[in-house]
């Protein structure tokens, strides 16, 4: 119900009404900016979640059962609480020197807080599955350490990557309360899409926002269809 | 020396997007001593930002579990037309943005939504007060539970069950004998998350809130009228109810798996 609700408001001035309310170029510029930062933030997670759930499973160390309690830290802190923190720690009066507050770095660096778990969540129990003696395998029979990770062990947990990259899209995508504060919401340069929506709902643009929503909608809806063909495909080859 | 390149990496992605603003909320709390938290945190205002988030909590989180146990139940015991769609739409609002939930909210409930002449015909407002802001964290905190139960049903199997019916129980006694006590774990763990969801929830809350604060609101309104003592106490309270929520779940799970 609330669903259609957005569905139907968003085209209340006809198609047209809905083209007009979604192309605005505030809009457009919201909407390209938060789908940029979600593809950076998504390859960003692809990358060094990997390498850490790697950390996780294959290496030991002291304290690493409190290192894998805190990488869900940001799934359990509230984002405003997040927002606050990197605002601190980012912001004019930085203690680290670092004054990032109100440009997309900040949003790129948020986003990165709030997205953490993903990839490594995704990955970290197909690694822990994973048996060493195929990579054993491989490297007796000559294979270099590369080769070995990109033909033995990434075809096996490409499927977590991608859902866990696909989720941490999602997210991104539609993140608001960390960002209220960090991103200064300028229009054209650091309103995300959610931002955008919030400020239209207060100014009283109920099709703008709708328009926006839909559009976040839809990729919301993409994302759950593609996480769940990848979970078929990985499935398939399971049984296979 | 593979090894320690990608703990290298692994630990200092860590320490860069984790432990230094964590570590940040501890120093601004209490940058000037232990009182100004104090104080901050009993102002009045705080105080009833704090009794707002935990009756919506209180209100939201039965609710979803009694929900989230009948979904997961529907979805892997039952074969019903459309069952497919239920299951992505019970996911829905994991790969939605919570300002999209609010916004849905305060089309159906605002002046000129479907439902704004049911209520208000009765003298009942929605929109801008408690309910709409425990429809908005129903609906964020919806898949918890139901996530976290599924898998569990389809590992246990019905064999049991269909034991206890041969001998005679009915639907109900089956229910709490045999499916609640094997699925309790993950129960419990959905139930964490979908505490830490309703506790933290900003986005969707923030658009149907009008005036009613929450904690979260709370943290915003202070920062933005440069009350920075009361933002960093709230926040850091926020915080430490995250980090026993993590506790609580490094708890639940070894006994889901030895179970």
Redesign the interface.
């Known amino acids: 119900?609330?669903?259609a609700?957005?569905a139907t408001?968003s085209t209340h001035g006809g198609a047209a009404g809905f083209w007009d309310a979604v192309s605005s170029p505030e809009a457009v510029a919201a909407l390209r900016l938060s789908l940029v930062v979600a593809v950076l933030v998504s390859l960003a997670n692809a990358v060094?979640g990997t390498?850490?759930a790697?950390?996780?499973v294959?290496?030991e160390?002291p304290g690493k059962?409190v290192?894998n309690?805190?990488?869900?830290?940001?799934?359990?802190?509230?984002?405003?609480?997040?927002g606050?923190?990197?605002l601190?720690?980012y912001g004019p009066r930085s203690?680290?020197g670092v004054s990032i507050a109100y440009t997309r770095t900040a949003i790129f660096?948020t986003l990165?807080?709030v997205t953490?778990p993903f990839v490594v969540r995704t990955v970290q129990p197909v690694l822990h599955e994973l048996d060493t003696e195929m990579e054993e395998a491989a490297r007796s029979l000559g294979a270099h350490?590369l080769k070995v990770f990109t033909r033995i062990v990434l075809p096996n947990i490409l499927p977590g990557i991608l859902s866990g990259m696909a989720?941490a899209f999602?997210?991104a995508?539609?993140?608001?309360?960390s960002l209220?504060?960090i991103s200064g919401n300028l229009p054209f340069r650091t309103e995300v899409?959610?931002?955008f929506?919030?400020n239209q709902?207060h100014g009283g643009n109920?099709t703008g926002?709708?328009a926006v929503?839909v559009v976040?909608?839809g990729v919301?809806?993409l994302?759950?269809?593609l996480v769940?063909a990848i979970r078929r495909l990985a499935t398939r080859h399971e049984s296979a | 020396m593979r090894r320690y390149g990608v703990r290298t990496v692994g630990l200092g992605y860590l320490a860069i997007v984790l432990a230094g603003p964590l570590s940040m909320i501890f120093w601004k709390t209490f940058e000037h001593g232990f009182s100004p938290f104090w104080h901050a945190l009993t102002d009045a205002e705080s105080i009833h930002a704090f009794e707002n988030t935990l009756l919506i909590t209180a209100i939201a989180v039965p609710l979803n579990t009694v929900f989230g146990i009948a979904c997961a139940l529907a979805i892997v015991r039952k074969h019903f037309p459309g069952k497919g769609f239920v299951n992505a739409f019970v996911d829905l609002p994991l790969a939605l943005s919570p300002v999209v939930v609010g916004l849905s909210l305060y089309l159906l409930y605002g002046r000129g939504g479907w439902f704004y002449g049911v209520f208000a015909g009765h003298g009942i407002q929605i929109l801008f007060s408690l309910p709409a802001m425990v429809i908005a964290s129903v609906f964020v905190s919806l898949p918890f539970v139901a996530r976290e139960v599924v898998p569990t049903l389809r590992e246990i199997g019905d064999e049991q069950e269909q034991a206890a019916h041969t001998l005679g129980a009915s639907g109900w006694q089956t229910f709490w004998r045999i499916t609640l006590p094997a699925i309790r774990w993950a129960v419990i763990y959905g139930v964490v998350l979908t505490t830490a969801r309703c506790l933290g929830e900003y986005g969707a809350v923030s658009i149907v809130a009008g005036f009613k604060t929450t904690a979260t609101l709370q943290v915003q309104d202070d920062y933005e009228n440069f009350n920075l003592a009361g933002a960093y106490a709230i926040s850091l309270l926020l915080a430490a109810i995250a980090v026993l929520v993590l506790v609580a779940m490094m708890l639940a799970k070894p006994k889901e798996e030895t179970a």
């Open positions: 119900m609330p669903i609700a957005v408001t060094l390498a850490t790697w950390m996780l294959r290496d160390f059962r290192v309690a805190v990488i869900d830290l940001p799934f359990a802190l509230p984002t405003i609480v997040a606050l923190v990197l601190a720690l203690p680290v660096m990165l807080f953490l350490e989720l999602a997210r995508v539609g993140e608001i309360g209220v504060l899409a959610s931002v929506i919030f709902i109920r926002a709708a929503a976040l909608l919301s809806f994302i759950l269809l769940g």
